[in-house]
């Protein structure tokens, strides 16, 4: 397993130094079976592209869960048509970036690879890099006015 990283190797030490170990999950060149099984459940699918001008473009791709499935780990196939609008031109070389969420859970994983197929009942991406990203840690918060202060009296 080839195991890629955001981090060259100076900026991995000094983590190690600081007593961070491994600061995030590996990126990968495949997809975990954890990972492709995932895909297949979802009903949704975020994906970012770059139009013909070079411009990013992104689009949300849904269908019932299994419209997505992964033949082998280096590969996902999606049973959506390319969008015909034109928001997001889906054709053969094309570099995109997936993202799949599941709400209920806040699980993220990352795909990053590219368009390898195209047909009328959708396409196949070639996965270059995986890996999971840190579930959201945010919590709901409440927000209130600051109490108004009252004007000093004056009693002059």
């Avoid at 049973?79 to 997936?98: M, Q, R």
């Avoid at 890996?131 to 009252?150: C, G, K, M, Q, Y």
Wanted: glycine content about 8%; charged content about 20%.
């Amino acid at each position: 397993m080839m195991e890629l990283s955001p981090f060259h190797a100076g900026e991995r030490e000094a983590q190690r130094r600081a007593g961070f170990g491994q600061v995030s999950a590996p990126i990968r060149d495949f997809m975990p079976d954890q990972h492709r099984a995932f895909f297949s459940l979802l009903p949704f699918l975020p994906l970012a592209s770059v139009d013909e001008d070079g411009f990013p473009v992104a689009t949300v791709l849904t269908g019932p869960p299994g419209f997505i499935s992964s033949p082998d780990p280096t590969t996902l196939a999606i049973l959506s048509p390319p969008p015909s609008d034109g928001t997001c031109a889906l054709v053969e070389g094309v570099p995109v970036g997936i993202l799949g969420i599941d709400l209920a859970t806040r699980r993220r994983n990352r795909a990053n690879g590219r368009i390898v197929s195209v047909n009328p009942s959708g396409f196949a991406v070639a996965v270059e890099q995986s890996f999971a990203t840190a579930r959201n840690t945010s919590r709901p918060v409440t927000l209130s006015r600051p109490r108004r202060r009252r004007p000093a009296s004056s009693n002059a």
